[in-house]
């Protein structure tokens, strides 16, 4: 099995900053790529930003300029930098990652627990 242990969450004032992680565990072959979704009240989940394993990023319009992904390919790490945070960006933020347990095999998903972000006014 394999799973993903997230952390960096917690509340901070509009303009502020927090550095999510995020590490993948367990029957891992490689991994292709890891993300950052998340799923504010009310709202469907959806992308911050992604980065393959050699170094492709994509980033939501919303995040753009402010958030950064980062990938620490041996430590089977993803990084999320969130810089002038704002209240729209409150949210439970999911990490993510598609992965094969064999050379060859299928890729897959897992998903983390999810930790939550908030940020005041």
């Known amino acids: 099995q394999v799973w993903l242990v997230e952390s960096g969450g917690g509340l901070v004032q509009a303009g502020g900053s927090l550095k999510l992680s995020c590490t993948a565990s367990?029957?891992?072959?490689?991994?292709?790529?890891m993300g950052w979704y998340r799923q504010a009240p009310g709202l469907q989940r959806e992308l911050v930003a992604t980065?393959?394993?050699?170094?492709?990023?994509n980033y939501a319009n919303s995040v753009k300029g402010r958030f950064a992904i980062s990938r620490d390919n041996a430590k089977n790490t993803v990084y999320l930098q969130q810089n002038f945070l704002q209240p729209e960006d409150t949210a439970v933020y999911y990490c993510?990652?598609?992965?094969?347990?064999?050379?060859?095999?299928?890729?897959?998903?897992?998903w983390g627990q999810g930790t939550l972000v908030t940020v005041s006014s």
């Open positions: 993510n990652a598609k992965y094969r347990e064999r050379a060859a095999g299928a890729f897959v998903e897992v």
């Open positions: 980065i393959t394993s050699i170094g492709w990023t």
């Open positions: 367990g029957s891992i072959f490689d991994i292709n790529e």
